[in-house]
């Protein structure tokens, strides 16, 4: 052991790799830090979590995560302003939904104060990878799967948690388009859609490769019943401006609850935007991008933030939505990330420092 904080282990890596990375011109997750967090699930409880060097993990083949699926994960940004102060978004927001996930998935579910004091562990050992360009962030990745043995179709009997983080830049690296879905279907009722599971996303990925090779980024899922109902995308909720006001449709056990769309929701209405929360259906969609009161299509997400929606396609037609002076997007976006980066007041609360 080298040395603890705030009661985790820390065992430092003998090298670094960061005077390889090149900080202007970050891309969305590739580049690993120095130290990921390790914790285990065995003997019927969380053992205690350690800052390890970042490294490959051994597991035996039988694991359940490789023949079950049993994976929940979360998705949060560190930002370090000018002072060097490093702050999180509403932490205890992931830390809950990863519970909400891991219950959903039948994992234990794990205690608070060794995600948020394993977490912040980790963001002192490595808060030099922490960015401070504008647009660039420290993508954190904690996530939990079994790794527990045997072929049974059943709970594992042991789990591992891991955070690791990324310096990362946009996810998106040129305009949006989407492609309103038609066919298939990313959850149903009843099942894991409102659960960060890793198998919500690799049933995506065919569907979602086959509206990349027709020239669109992301699908846009719609209800499993009857596909007439927008729901979310492949990897943000969404939101839709007619004339002025600003709609998304509700959460269910069908889509993340996601916590960048609750802060807009919030700030949206804190500066007088009108906000609807309600059912949307295609064709009110389509209709307004054939009149024109279609202003604005943009999804929310962490790792996304705000991304403007250029245009999508529906049986076989695209509809352009025009780049637009004062966009609810672009305002939206600088105080959100200005709360994010301690460039603003927060007035909500959802700042969260790193001490
Ligand atoms: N919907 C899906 C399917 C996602 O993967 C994400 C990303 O986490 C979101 C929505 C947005 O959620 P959040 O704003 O909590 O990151
Ligand atoms: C996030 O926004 O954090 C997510 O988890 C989305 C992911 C698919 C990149």
């Not at 083949?61 to 509403?90: C, N």
Request: include cysteine; charged fraction near 25%; aromatic fraction near 12%.
């Amino acid at each position: 052991m080298d040395a603890l904080i705030n009661d985790i282990e820390i065992i430092k890596a003998k090298t670094t790799k960061i005077n390889d990375v090149d900080f202007d011109n970050l891309t969305f997750g590739k580049i690993l830090t120095d130290h990921m967090l390790e914790c285990d699930f065995k003997d019927g409880k969380w053992q205690a979590p350690k800052v390890v060097p970042y490294q490959p993990i051994t597991l035996d083949p039988s694991a359940k995560i490789f023949h079950y699926g049993q994976s929940v994960f979360e998705g949060m940004k560190a930002y370090k302003d000018a002072d060097g102060t490093v702050w999180l978004f509403r932490p205890l927001d992931n830390f809950k939904r990863l519970n909400i996930s891991s219950k959903r998935l039948a994992i234990p579910e794990l205690p608070e104060d060794y995600f948020m004091n394993g977490l912040k562990a980790l963001l002192k050992v490595d808060s030099d990878w922490i960015p401070r360009n504008e647009g660039s962030s420290l993508y954190i990745r904690p996530f939990i799967f079994a790794s527990g043995k045997g072929f049974h179709a059943s709970p594992a009997d042991e789990y591992k948690f891991i955070i690791a983080c990324a310096p990362s830049g946009s996810y998106f690296s040129g305009e949006v388009k989407v492609l309103i879905e038609e066919k298939y279907s990313r959850s149903a009722n009843g099942g894991v859609g409102f659960a960060k599971a890793g198998g919500n996303y690799a049933g995506q990925f065919y569907p979602t490769q086959l509206a990349v090779d027709k020239g669109y980024q992301q699908v846009i899922w719609t209800d499993d019943n009857t596909h007439e109902y927008i729901e979310e995308a492949g990897a943000m909720n969404i939101f839709v401006r007619i004339n002025d006001t600003l709609i998304t449709g509700p959460t269910s056990d069908r889509i993340l609850d996601g916590i960048t769309r609750k802060s807009i929701i919030e700030l949206a209405q804190s500066k007088g935007i009108p906000v609807e929360v309600r059912k949307i259906t295609v064709s009110e969609v389509v209709e307004a991008a054939k009149n024109g009161s279609l202003k604005e299509m943009f999804g929310a997400g962490t790792a996304a933030v705000i991304s403007p929606i250029s245009g999508f396609g529906y049986k076989n037609e695209d509809y352009d939505i025009p780049e637009m002076e004062d966009a609810y997007a672009s305002f939206l976006k600088k105080h959100i990330t200005d709360i994010q980066t301690n460039k603003s007041e927060d007035p909500f609360g959802w700042r969260y420092k790193v001490e």
